[in-house]
């Protein structure tokens, strides 16, 4: 890059006109929020998210070069993509039960504090709405990534069951959370306040450290599958 390019780039202009790219692509993100929840997906057309926010259709391309860009977006701008990347990194240098317990916690917490769109996105899967969808097995694929390599860090230190199958512990998982967070979701209904009381955080943690100790190795278990 030119020294001339550079010093274009750091113009309080240019600082200004980013500033104003990001509120504009905010203002997307929650409108089209609305609109999916109240139309789904199919029912949300860019034309029709154009003229809600105020902008025309190349605008909104200009930003999201599709829905399935704009769901993309709102679940990183929700902090999901963060947590992921977190949980992909986690040196498992605490008992497995306990990294697990704290982890379900945390997951715990997201589902509560995003119930609005997780709602809206599972409500499309159901449908059948191939964005939704696509969108939805990614963050799940990687989910199950994430615990899968943490499941690996613990077996290659010898914490877990040498007899224990990574790749199924880390799937039985995630089914288990996606299962009890759905259940959550479903006792609710449209009333979410209440996600996190505490004898649902309770429940989440007793079976996550029950779950932990039936990974972890004990005195004998030397035989492998």
Request: aromatic share 8%; proline share 2%; no cysteine.
């Amino acid at each position: 890059m030119s020294r001339g390019a550079a010093a274009q780039r750091s113009t309080p202009q240019n600082h200004v006109s980013a500033r104003g790219g990001h509120r504009t692509r905010q203002r997307i993100l929650g409108t089209a929020l609305k609109l999916f929840s109240r139309n789904g997906f199919h029912g949300t057309s860019v034309r029709s998210l154009a003229r809600a926010v105020g902008l025309t259709e190349a605008a909104i391309y200009y930003h999201f070069r599709s829905k399935r860009a704009i769901v993309r977006a709102l679940y990183e701008e929700r902090g999901f993509m963060a947590a992921l990347d977190e949980l992909e990194h986690l040196p498992g240098d605490v008992p497995l039960r306990q990294q697990l317990a704290a982890n379900a916690i945390a997951s715990a917490h997201l589902w509560s504090d995003n119930a609005d769109l997780l709602g809206v996105v599972i409500a499309e899967v159901l449908r059948g709405d191939r964005a939704a969808r696509t969108v939805h097995r990614e963050l799940m694929d990687r989910w199950l990534r994430g615990i899968l390599e943490l499941v690996r860090r613990y077996n290659e230190k010898g914490a877990i069951d040498p007899r224990v199958d990574t790749l199924e512990a880390a799937t039985s998982w995630v089914d288990l959370m996606f299962g009890a967070f759905m259940d959550r979701m479903l006792a609710l209904g449209k009333s979410r306040s209440g996600f996190l009381a505490p004898e649902f955080r309770d429940q989440i943690e007793t079976l996550a450290i029950a779950f932990g100790k039936g990974l972890e190795a004990t005195a004998g278990s030397d035989v492998r599958r």
